[in-house]
C-alpha cells in the first residue's frame, strides 16, 4: 500500500562527512555562529534547559567559554529572575552591590570590615550615597599604626576619581593608569554612588576573550518559558535573558504556534521556538521566531519515540528545517541526540548553526544534578524533563501534559531519571567539543561555519561501516578525553 511506501530518515550513525581537500588546520577554524536572529556566539554549543543541566551556575560557565546556557523552567518565576540576574551580573564590569564605608567609622572598624568583605578599598559615602572619598588598604595601614582612633574622614582621600555608568573597560583602565588608582567608583548625575570598577574585575574579564557578551558587556543568558507562559516569558525578559525559549515536545501545535508569535511581539529578547522536526513546521514558525530548535524524540533520556510511536531521526530533522529556515534567515540549533563531537558537527553538516547537549554536560560540575557513587565510580543525575520526577517538580507543560491536578500513578512520562558519568569542569567538556568539530572542519576544509555548512557532504555509512567507525579489535587500555563507548 502507498501507506507504506514511506521515505527514509537518517541519523548520525547513519553517515560520515566526506573528506575533502583542504588547507584549514582545526585551530584555525573559526567557530562563531548565530543561535538566533540577534545573538552570536563564538562558540556554537548551548547546554540544554533541564533542571539536572543549567541553572545559572552553567550558564555563567557556558557564555564565559564562548556558549549560551538554558536555563530551565522547572522553577517559580521569582527563582528564575534571580538565576537570570546572576548570571547577568557574574562578570559585569560595574560591581553594583558594593561595600562602602562610612566617613564617622574608625579606621579599624572599616579596616576589620575590608578583610570580612574581601575587598582592599571601599568607597566613603555619606547621606544620600554621596560619594566622600575612597580608603583603601594602603591608606588605613599608617593610621592603625600610631593610633586607633582616627575617623574614616580623616584617612581617606577625598579628591576621588570617579565615572559614569557608560564608561567603558578601556577608558576605566586609562583613567586608573592616569590617576595610579585601582578603582574608580561609578556615580549619577548627582556625584550618588550606583557602583565601581575594578581593575582586578577588568583584568579577570580579559581571561574570558571567548565570551558571550551582550552589549553592555554582560554575559549572555538563555532561558526556558512553557509554551503558554506569557508572564513568564515577559518577566525573563525584563530581568535581561537575551534568548527565550519556547519550550514544547512538540511546537508545531497551533496552539503553541499562537502563543509564541505573542511572546515573541511583547518581548524585546530574541524568541526561539522548539522543538520541531519537519519542514512544514519550520514553514509555520520561520515567519517570526528569531531562531528554530530541532529533536522530536532524539535525546538521550527521552522515550517520546517509544511512548508515542512518533519523532524524526535528528540529521534528517535537521536538514529539512534548516533549507526552510535558510529562505528565512532563521538560525537552527539541533537539540538531543549528541553523544560526541563527530555527531555535533554533522548536525551542522546538515543545516544547523549550533547545537544543544544534555547528557554531554549532565556530568561536569556546573551541572546541578546530585552526585551519585555506584561500585566507586562516580555519577550525576541527569533526567529527562518529561520523566515522573522533573513533571512532579513542574515540567509536564513541555510535553502538552497538564498533570496539575493528577496522581503520579496517572501519568504519562516521556522520558527517564538516569545518570551518567562524574565528569569535572564544564570547561574541560566544552573545550572537547569544539576542538572535535573544528577537526570535522578540517577535514571537510572549511574555516568558518557558514563555509562548512556549504561544503559539508555526506556518505551513507553500512552498519559494517558503523562498526569500523568506533575503535575495534581491541582492548581499550586508558580512557580517552573524548571518547567512551556509548
Ligand atoms: P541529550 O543531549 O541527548 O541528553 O538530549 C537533551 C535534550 O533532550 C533536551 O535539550 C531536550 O530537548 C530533550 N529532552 C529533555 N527532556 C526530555 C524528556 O524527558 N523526554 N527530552
Not at 575590608?114 to 572619598?133: F, K, N, T
Not at 588608582?181 to 574570558?208: A, H, K, N, S, W
Not at 511583547?266 to 531562531?291: H, P, Q, W
Not at 531521526?313 to 534567515?329: G, I, R
Request: proline letters at 4%; aromatic letters at 4%; a negative charge.
Amino acid at each position: 500500500s502507498a501507506k507504506l511506501e514511506v521515505p527514509e530518515a537518517l541519523t548520525f550513525d547513519d553517515v560520515l562527512l566526506r573528506p575533502k581537500e583542504s588547507r584549514v588546520e582545526p585551530d584555525d577554524a573559526a567557530t562563531e555562529t548565530h543561535v538566533s536572529k540577534n545573538v552570536s556566539l563564538n562558540v556554537p554549543v548551548l547546554s540544554a534547559a533541564m533542571d539536572t543541566v543549567t541553572e545559572s551556575e552553567m550558564a555563567i560557565a557556558m557564555a564565559r567559554h564562548g556558549g549560551l546556557g538554558v536555563i530551565h523552567r522547572n522553577m517559580d518565576v521569582d527563582r528564575m529572575v534571580t538565576e537570570i540576574e546572576r548570571v547577568k551580573r557574574a562578570d559585569e564590569l560595574i560591581i553594583r552591590d558594593v561595600v562602602t564605608a562610612d566617613p564617622d567609622q574608625t579606621v579599624s572598624e572599616v579596616d576589620a570590615m575590608m578583610q570580612r568583605e574581601g575587598v582592599s578599598g571601599a568607597p566613603v559615602v555619606g547621606d544620600d550615597d554621596e560619594v566622600l572619598g575612597i580608603i583603601s588598604a594602603t591608606d588605613i595601614r599608617p593610621y592603625l599604626e600610631v593610633g586607633d582612633s582616627d575617623a574614616v574622614s580623616e584617612a581617606m582621600t577625598d579628591e576621588v576619581i570617579t565615572a559614569d555608568a557608560d564608561v567603558s573597560p578601556r577608558e576605566a583602565l586609562e583613567l586608573m593608569y592616569e590617576h595610579k588608582i585601582e578603582r574608580v567608583p561609578i556615580v549619577d548625575d548627582g556625584d550618588r554612588l550606583i557602583g565601581l570598577v575594578t581593575m582586578q574585575g577588568i583584568l579577570q574579564r580579559r581571561e574570558f576573550d571567548q565570551a558571550a557578551r551582550d552589549e553592555n558587556g554582560r554575559l549572555r543568558c538563555g532561558v526556558a518559558v512553557g509554551p503558554f507562559e506569557e508572564d513568564r516569558a515577559k518577566a525573563a525578559d525584563d530581568a535581561g535573558a537575551d534568548v527565550i525559549f519556547i519550550d514544547c515536545a512538540h511546537a508545531h501545535n497551533l496552539d503553541v504556534v499562537d502563543t509564541a508569535r505573542d511572546i515573541k511581539a511583547d518581548v524585546d529578547a530574541d524568541v526561539v521556538v522548539g522543538n520541531i522536526g519537519t519542514r512544514e513546521a519550520a514553514e509555520a514558525l520561520a515567519d517570526f521566531a528569531d531562531g528554530l530548535k530541532v529533536g522530536i524524540g532524539p535525546g538521550s533520556i527521552c522515550t517520546t519515540r517509544i511512548v508515542s510511536g512518533s519523532g524524526m531521526p535528528q540529521l534528517s530533522a535537521v536538514a529539512e528545517v534548516a533549507d526552510v529556515a535558510a529562505e528565512h534567515d532563521v538560525p537552527v540549533i539541533a537539540d538531543g541526540g549528541i553523544r560526541y563531537s563527530g555527531d555535533a558537527i554533522k548536525a551542522i553538516g546538515a543545516g544547523a548553526d549550533a547545537v544543544m547537549l544534555g547528557s554531554y554536560f549532565a556530568g561536569t560540575d556546573e551541572a546541578p544534578g546530585r552526585i551519585i557513587t555506584r561500585n566507586g565510580k562516580k555519577y550525576k543525575q541527569y533526567r529527562g524533563m518529561g520523566s515522573v520526577g522533573a513533571m512532579k517538580s513542574g515540567g509536564g507543560e513541555r510535553y502538552l501534559k497538564d498533570v496539575e491536578d493528577q496522581d503520579e500513578e496517572d501519568y504519562v512520562p516521556e522520558g527517564v531519571e538516569a545518570a551518567t558519568p562524574y565528569q569535572g569542569p564544564v570547561e574541560n567538556e566544552l573545550h572537547q567539543m569544539v576542538g572535535g568539530m573544528q577537526s570535522g572542519m578540517g577535514y571537510v576544509g572549511a574555516s568558518s561555519i557558514p563555509e562548512f555548512k556549504e561544503r559539508a557532504e555526506f556518505v551513507r555509512v553500512s552498519s559494517a561501516g558503523q562498526q569500523e567507525n568506533h575503535p575495534h579489535d581491541v582492548l581499550i587500555t586508558d580512557e580517552a578525553p573524548n571518547y567512551s563507548p556509548g
